[in-house]
């Protein structure tokens, strides 16, 4: 008889790549519609309105219950389980946003009406992109693919979707202008929806759970706080929450505010804008595709920082500097390369030192701890660029940058991303590792 493999139940013999191309499939149309809307929506407030403030209101709006929401469903998604909540949540974020152009063409689409319908995009999306998240080492473990390999192709699909959807939003806004963009998102959201509703098992990402009485019967504060409790018994997980939050703050500030208002400013347009991501997208392919095939070969920190140090303050001063186009199409070409390195390696050391069945919390917690700055990302670029002007943000924001990824890497716990973590399972089965080859 052959034997079964221990994490997922699923003998060698009759492992399948499906449940791993649905999840990515489901992952690069939700995020590429994202990509869209987010050239989309900026652009419709900036027109509109004319107010800077109102665009980072905007963005405030839809990443707070983003990030709330996140934090909040780690417990739900462990018990109701990931397939579930990501096909119910695309489905909710799709409906929210065809509503905004539905709304604007019968003329009842007020502010405060467009800030509740983003926000409502925002709540369930958070919930929906964890889940997606939480679905990968077991649809890797399914089809025998090793953990690392796993989270470099799910660098590759964001990437991806980071190139394509920035393109077709510029593409879209300038051609036929940016409610299209809004519509195209509700396509991918419930595109997204359909795909892990047919291509994923019933039972993915619940085969972990700790089926002993006590466990059963936690209920969900229980499960929160056993799930707080872990990531406070691990510095180098804490570390990575702290430099990636500052981080999150800066690039939201970014993509919300300063890279519209420049476009606008410059007198390139909305198309700059998709072709600036797109540009960088591109090069972040090829980064997330060299980490996907030769991570498990490299020094993870030197290639974290390495990556921090090229992705992050160059693209805010080559626009402060008011550079060529050529120059800044170059800059955030070395960007996006930089880059394609991060979230491989971020994601192997997480779902290596996480216990399975605790994946959903530890990941809630972790992703909407560093995601916390972002909704104020927008929202303090827009005050601070309609207080100071462009130009002086982009400087602080860049100098910002630089100094935390290079003071974070100075803390001792950074040592151990070089090592394989072990992830212990507080429901007493012992010790295992949840590392790919190395």
């Known amino acids: 008889m052959t034997a079964a493999s221990p994490d997922t139940g699923v003998a060698p013999g009759k492992r399948t ?9 489901a992952m690069a ?15 419709f407030v900036l027109v509109t309105t004319g107010s800077a403030t109102r665009t980072g209101l905007v963005a405030f709006c839809e990443m707070a219950p983003y990030v709330l929401v996140k934090a909040l469903a780690g417990p739900r998604v462990d018990r109701v389980g990931p397939r579930t909540v990501s096909w119910t949540t695309d489905l909710a974020s799709a409906s929210a946003a065809a509503a905004v152009p539905l709304c604007h063409a019968l003329h009842l689409l007020s502010f ?34 090793p953990l690392e390999r796993a989270t470099g192709l799910t660098g590759v699909t964001e990437r991806l979707a980071a190139t394509l959807g920035p393109a077709a939003g510029g593409a879209l806004v300038a051609l036929l202008g940016p409610l299209t963009g809004l519509v195209v998102n509700a396509g991918c959201f419930a595109l997204g929806s359909v795909i892990v509703a047919l291509a994923l098992p019933r039972r993915v990402g619940r085969g ?21 409790a872990f990531l406070r018994t691990q510095p180098l997980l804490l570390s990575v929450v702290v430099m990636v ?15 519209p208002v420049w476009a606008d400013a ?19 392919v090829v980064g997330s595709l060299i980490a996907a095939l030769a991570a498990h070969r490299l020094r993870r920190r030197v290639v974290f920082f390495t990556g921090f140090l090229v992705a992050g ?21 070395v960007s996006g390369l930089g880059a394609g390195f991060l979230n491989p390696v971020l994601g192997a050391v997480l779902l290596e030192r996480v216990p399975r069945r605790m994946l959903g919390r530890v990941n809630a917690l972790g992703d909407s701890l560093s995601w916390a700055g972002i909704p104020l990302g927008g929202l303090l670029a827009g005050a601070a660029v309609a207080s100071a002007g462009l130009a002086p943000v982009l400087l602080v924001c860049g100098a910002a940058y630089f100094l935390t990824t290079n003071l974070a890497g100075l803390r001792p716990e950074w040592r151990d991303m070089d090592r394989a973590g072990k992830a212990t399972d507080l429901g007493g089965e012992g010790t295992h590792s949840l590392a790919g080859e190395t």
């Open 112 to 145: 405060p009406l467009l800030l509740a319908l983003v926000a409502v995009i925002g709540a369930a999306r958070g919930p929906g992109d964890l889940a997606k998240e939480v679905m990968v080492p077991e649809a890797a473990d399914r089809g025998g693919i």
């Open 17 to 25: 790549l499906r449940p791993l191309a649905g999840v990515l499939a």
């Open 29 to 43: 149309v939700s995020l590429t519609g994202t990509r869209v809307s987010a050239v989309a929506l900026p652009w």
């Open 266 to 284: 410059s007198g390139n347009g909305p198309s700059v804008i998709g072709l600036a991501g797109s540009t960088a997208g591109v090069a972040a």
């Open 245 to 259: 939050g500052v981080t999150n703050l800066l690039d939201a500030a970014f993509t919300a505010v300063l890279l």
């Open 313 to 333: 303050a160059p693209k805010f001063l080559v626009l402060a500097l008011d550079a060529p186009l050529g120059g800044v199409l170059a800059v955030f070409a």
């Open 208 to 228: 972990h759970e700790d089926a002993s009485p006590e466990a059963s019967e936690a209920g969900y504060w229980q499960r929160f706080g056993e799930g707080l």
